[in-house]
């Protein structure tokens, strides 16, 4: 039974998500109505704008994890108190310099950028 199921995930004509997938893959800029014609008129499936969007909102979702580092800037956590105690240093030079927590974290966010 498990084995039908999967099955049916991944074939277009059974699955609505991987048909609309398939098209925007094929057709990246096209509207929603144009998604909805094409996939009507590949798989057979009648579907709404809303589930196109949906489904393009979450595919963005996926490539933006993608391209996201999962650490710090650095790529390691620190391991040592001396680390800790250095980069609380930092943080508070930087918030005598700038003035305040808002102007410190957009600097932060202009350099991450």
């Known amino acids: 039974m498990?084995?039908?199921a999967k099955a049916d995930r991944t074939d277009p004509k059974k699955n609505k998500s991987l048909a609309i997938r398939n098209v925007l893959a094929k057709l990246p800029k096209a509207k929603a109505a144009e998604v909805a014609a094409a996939v009507k008129s590949e798989y057979g499936h009648t579907v709404t704008?809303?589930?196109i969007?949906?489904?393009?909102?979450k595919v963005n979702v996926k490539a933006a994890r993608r391209?996201?580092?999962?650490?710090g800037a650095s790529g390691a956590p620190m391991g040592s108190a001396a680390?800790?105690?250095?980069?609380i240093k930092l943080?508070?030079?930087l918030l005598k310099a700038?003035?305040?927590v808002e102007n410190a974290s957009a600097i932060l966010k202009s350099v991450d950028a």
Request: no cysteine; glycine share 8%.
């Open 2 to 4: 498990a084995n039908k």
């Open 53 to 57: 969007y949906l489904v393009k909102s």
């Open 83 to 87: 680390e800790w105690v250095q980069s």
């Open 91 to 93: 943080a508070r030079q």
């Open 98 to 100: 700038s003035g305040s």
């Open 49 to 51: 704008p809303t589930l």
């Open 67 to 71: 391209g996201r580092p999962r650490t």
